[in-house]
């Protein structure tokens, strides 16, 4: 081979290489390129589903108040049910340009609220109410015969240590119901802590409770809330709001408790079913000293007292609003609470 064949071979190995070096500069670039615009693309929709979701909130707020408005020009009064619109507006999904969001709102009075287990006597101190002890105790045994868990692992939860660790958690003093400080056990934690001595604030700080495990909580989360966490708005006055015998579903409608003139109990399957027999004919359950057009005294259900005493309306709802905007998605999660009307405030907000 000639010599002018050798450089021939080498300028065209130089010329392959930067050809190579060219095509993978362009390739680099395009592809820096959809990237940078897949990222910008998904900013803009990021932005426009939390947009969204934000005002899906505020749509929640008007319908409750708009409830609240038209509860007013009825016979029968402030009355929450199923049958609100803001109870079937998860059904509606809403279109928006490019999004779509979807609105739920739930009546956190369709949950039995812990925090009115609780009342404040004539020196502030948060005690226990009369019946609480005994509430507690069928409360935990139905929920942990619910549990699904192996007998032997159930069998390793007790009932009363559960009924006195939350008590001592809530209640104003700082002394074990069965003797001793309540923070001995909290202190030994890694980190320690100190019992709260206040109502509950969310339903997750139950699993800070001495014997509260993950199971138990879970468990639990169907049938209880936090809210409201401070008595009244329910038409009784100092007292915690009970149930919503409107919204409330067969599980949570089965805590009613009540004195049968031989015991205390939790509602059975005959109650249950009575409540929602009158709520299918969309004739609604009134307070026990109530006898309205459009709806059922619950003293002709259950004659005597229930603990805490229920509620037939609501002002404390929970709403998700769930946007999208082409594969981007943002929830916003918020608590609202209606008690004054021209001025609805927000309790919690989280995204996710």
């Not at 949950?111 to 069928?138: C, H, I, Q, V, W």
């Not at 192996?150 to 939860?157: D, M």
């Not at 008595?231 to 915690?240: F, K, L």
Request: proline letters at 6%.
């Amino acid at each position: 081979m000639s010599r002018r064949d050798d450089r021939r071979g080498v300028v065209l190995l130089v010329v392959l290489f930067f050809t190579l070096l060219l095509a993978a500069s362009i390739t680099s670039f395009v592809r820096r390129a959809t990237v940078d615009s897949l990222v910008a693309r998904n900013r803009d929709h990021a932005a426009q589903a939390m947009a969204l979701a934000r005002g899906g909130v505020r749509i929640a707020q008007a319908l409750l108040l708009e409830d609240r408005l038209d509860e007013g020009t009825n016979a029968v009064g402030p009355l929450d049910t199923h049958l609100d619109l803001w109870a079937r507006i998860g059904d509606m999904p809403f279109e928006a340009g490019a999004g779509r969001l979807r609105l739920r709102i739930q009546d956190a009075g369709a949950k039995f609220n812990l925090n009115a287990l609780f009342e404040t006597d004539d020196e502030g101190l948060r005690t226990p109410r009369a019946e609480t002890e005994s509430f507690l105790l069928l409360f935990f045994e139905k929920i942990i015969d619910e549990l699904p868990l192996p007998p032997g692992e159930r069998a390793l939860y007790d009932v009363r240590d559960l009924t006195a660790n939350l008590i001592d958690w809530v209640d104003g003093d700082e002394v074990r119901r069965h003797g001793g400080a309540e923070d001995d056990y909290y202190q030994a934690q890694d980190p320690p802590y100190f019992a709260a001595n206040q109502p509950l604030l969310a339903l997750d700080e139950l699993r800070l409770i001495e014997g509260f495990d993950g199971p138990l909580v879970e468990g639990l989360a169907p049938y209880v809330t936090v809210y409201p966490y401070a008595p009244g708005g329910c038409g009784h006055a100092g007292v915690g709001c009970g149930v919503n015998l409107n919204t409330a579903p067969p599980h949570v409608l089965a805590l009613l408790f009540y004195d049968d003139g031989v015991d205390l109990r939790l509602a059975d399957e005959d109650v249950v079913r009575d409540l929602l027999e009158l709520r299918e004919e969309g004739s609604g359950v009134c307070g026990a000293d109530q006898s309205l057009d459009g709806c059922t005294p619950i003293s002709e259900i259950v004659t005597n007292a229930i603990f805490p005493p229920p509620s037939i309306s609501s002002q404390i709802f929970i709403v998700s609003a769930e946007a999208e905007v082409g594969e981007v998605r943002r929830t916003v999660e918020a608590v609202v609470d209606r008690t004054r009307p021209t001025e609805p405030r927000l309790l919690s907000w989280r995204v996710r």
